[in-house]
């Protein structure tokens, strides 16, 4: 949820229900981030609340019963602060989550202006040369006078149409070329590896369809970051390859080159992290020549044991012998034979 008029608004007065919003990213938003009213129990987990206009976290209550009113807010990253002693919330943070490429800030148009200036609601918010975005249209435009007094910002490479009221102004800060959201954990973001260690994750996918749990923990917002550490043996060898995602599941050197536990059709036991998607997988890149991009070829997520096989005569592979005795000793083997390990440092 990303630099809306709002974000998050859960109601309910009755006791009896339950409101639970988990591995959500809510930021830059104009006013709220969660805004929760009512007497229900609400649970947050794994959620980034940042940046947004008035809070990231917002709560009324009917303050007679406060006391029986549950508020859980577990493993999350919040920039309004939370008191650290507060029974209510359980492994959160208060830095700065790292986004790959993201707004400073979300304002609104308060008034009708010209195609070269809009007035807005908070005018001391910006600077000259401050890059700002008009209805997230995807144009730069570049703050050349802020008016405190009448609340304007003139801007260069003038709108089609004059400005009007109620539109969303999102500042990207002085000088700045791309204004492509990117909501990503950065490779520094404090959110790698922060959520919750007790959720079941084993079904969940984030944003961009990848499996919820790589490297050792699940990470805090939206997207499960990609990533083997510098301090793996096998780190060298995933950037010369190309940084391929699938070498970040917990057991892809162990044969599970999908990330996912899933049920074979045929086989009435399961579901095993080590089956037939996998297979085929291998099957896809079996002897084939690597192009050097994981986008190109996929199947490099069968290149169990991180290795090239072959020789000069017949060539080298990154799919061949050693990969597949790899996945035959983890076929459909229970969980305690196929570890998650893969992306731990010694």
Not at 16 to 41: A, C, D, H, M, P
Not at 54 to 70: C, I, K, Q, R
Request: hydrophobic fraction near 30%; aromatic fraction near 10%; include cysteine.
């Amino acid at each position: 949820m990303y630099a809306n008029g709002f974000g998050i608004m859960t109601k309910s007065y009755h006791k009896t229900n339950k409101s639970i919003l988990t591995n959500n990213t809510t930021i830059y938003n104009f006013r709220y981030g969660v805004y929760n009213v009512g007497q229900s129990e609400l649970t947050l987990s794994n959620c980034i609340l940042w940046g947004n206009g008035a809070d990231d976290l917002y709560s009324v209550v009917d303050t007679s019963d406060y006391e029986n009113w549950p508020l859980n807010v577990k493993y999350c990253c919040i920039g309004d602060g939370f008191d650290a002693n507060d029974p209510n919330y359980t492994g959160c943070i208060d830095s700065d989550p790292c986004l790959a490429n993201v707004c400073l800030f979300v304002d609104k148009t308060s008034a009708n202006g010209t195609a070269t200036t809009i007035i807005v609601a908070d005018v001391n918010l910006y600077e000259v040369n401050d890059v700002i975005e008009y209805n997230n249209d995807g144009s730069i435009r570049t703050v050349t006078d802020v008016n405190v007094t009448s609340s304007t910002i003139t801007f260069d490479n003038a709108l089609d149409a004059n400005s009007a009221i109620g539109v969303l102004i999102y500042s990207w800060g002085p000088e700045e070329t791309d204004v492509n959201e990117d909501c990503h954990l950065a490779s520094s973001s404090p959110c790698i590896d922060a959520g919750d260690p007790n959720g079941d994750y084993e079904a969940q996918v984030d944003f961009d369809g990848q499996p919820r749990l790589m490297v050792t923990d699940v990470d805090i917002g939206a997207d499960e970051a990609a990533y083997i550490p510098s301090c793996h043996p096998d780190y060298d060898e995933w950037l010369d390859v190309g940084e391929p995602v699938s070498w970040c599941y917990p057991r892809q050197c162990h044969g599970d080159a999908d990330g996912l536990k899933l049920l074979d059709p045929n086989c009435p036991v399961g579901p095993f992290w080590v089956q037939q998607n996998d297979l085929d997988i291998l099957l896809a890149g079996w002897h084939q020549p690597y192009s050097g991009d994981p986008d190109e070829d996929p199947w490099i997520a069968a290149d169990f044991d991180h290795e090239d096989e072959g020789g000069p005569k017949t060539g080298y592979f990154r799919v061949l012998y050693n990969d597949l005795n790899i996945l035959t000793a983890s076929w459909k083997q229970p969980d305690a034979n196929v570890p998650g390990d893969c992306s731990n440092c010694p």
